[in-house]
């Protein structure tokens, strides 16, 4: 299992867990995180998410285009590796998301 810490606005929300080899997807607010939701389609109410393809909120912040070939070449990244996309670009992503590789 791969985990990613998402932040909003700098603050620590939730993180984004990806299960291989299935490639399932779960996004699951921390407890202490008391900020608005990081999307509308992910609110508060609910603390966990699953998914069985990658997130549709989380391949929003993925580049596109020239940008997202000039980052699979350089970084040798599979086209269909959106969460492996994430961890590349999650520190420079366009608002106020930012998500960070676990260590």
Known sequence: MKI???YFNGNLAGHLKERVPKKQYEFTYIETYS???ISLTLPLE???YQFEKFPSF????LPEGIQLEYLLRTLKIDRDDYYGQLLAVGEDTVGSVT?????
């Open 4 to 6: 990613a810490h998402v």
């Open 35 to 37: 900020g608005p939701p």
């Open 46 to 48: 609910k603390k966990s």
């Open 58 to 61: 989380f391949e929003g912040l």
């Open 99 to 103: 998500v960070f590789e676990s260590k």
